[in-house]
């Protein structure tokens, strides 16, 4: 099995491990047993202290200086935004509408390491963008008549994760994946007490049925997070990358059979330009890096 074979199964992995997590979160805020605040108190919880046992197992420090200074500290403010945002979207709004809207993520990233990083970026990846934001004002449907409030969640929590990729490609070297784990975890914590303290509801234990999926949300992403370290490590980023995008098709399949949704034409459509500009972006991105690290031949 070729290495580019092997990371794109692991990145499929990866992708259905953050599917199933989204679904389990959706199905155990929607039994009314736990609230959205206090499910991403724990989902926070169970991944910092599996990070912590993992960096204690390996005899890595718990804690970086980093933590507190310019990329992180921003990082982290946009860890809790994503996290806050999208465990609300999860809650409230369909989650094909969530998924979707989700996958523009690397199309923000894209922009904003044009913006801020100035990285270079063509014509045709500009053109992509357009073509990838053009699809969520599909979804959106910004009019009086078909605008759903809800989906704003999904909007800036996707903002909230793509600031937060774009925070960790400027992060130290020196501040290892286990550190960032424990750092992003405690970010969902401290988001889930922020959701907790503009609900109505009192802060209450959540039922069996409501931990037992909780915990399910903790496993599989953990399984996502892991699988999807391995895949970015494994084979050739522009071959890897693109088949991020199955967590969207695995995420229709899950809210057509679990929670009945029915998605419009204009919301697959959209879909379908967010997810063909993405790939197009990754697939270019990647072929530039190639060609700006292959040696020069001639003169």
Known sequence: ?????????????????????DA??????????????????????????????YALWIKEPLVSRAYVQGPLLIRSAFEILGRLFFALSLAFAPLSTTSAILQAAPLVVTLGAALVLKEKVGLRRWVAMSIGFAGVLLILRPTPS?????????????????????????????????????????????????????ESAPISA???????????????????????????????????A????????????????IFGERPDALTLIGATLIVGS??????????????????RSGV
Do not use: C, H, W
Not at 38 to 48: E, H, K, R
Not at 149 to 154: E, G, K, L, R
């Open 206 to 240: 959540p039922s069996v049925p409501a931990l037992t999926m909780l915990m399910g949300t903790g496993l599989a992403g953990l399984v996502g997070y892991s699988a999807l370290t391995k895949a970015m490590r494994t084979g050739e980023v522009s071959v890897v």
């Open 1 to 21: 099995m070729s290495d580019n074979l092997r990371g794109s199964l692991f990145m499929v992995l990866a992708m259905l491990g953050f599917a199933i997590e």
């Open 146 to 198: 078909g605008f759903d409030a809800t989906a704003v969640f999904a909007i800036l929590g996707m903002i909230g994760f793509a600031g937060r990729d774009l925070m960790t490609r400027a992060s130290p070297p020196e501040v290892s994946a286990t550190q960032l784990g424990i750092l992003g975890f405690l970010m969902v914590f401290i988001a889930g007490v922020v959701i907790t303290m503009f």
């Open 242 to 257: 693109p088949f991020r995008y199955s967590r969207l098709l695995i995420a229709l399949v899950f809210a057509y059979l």
């Open 278 to 295: 993405g790939v197009y972006t990754l697939v270019r991105s990647g072929r530039k890096d190639r060609a700006g690290s292959a040696p």
């Open 24 to 53: 389990f979160f959706k199905a155990a805020t929607g039994t009314g047993d736990v609230t959205a605040g206090v499910g991403t108190m724990l989902f926070g919880i169970f991944g910092t202290s599996f990070f912590v046992l």
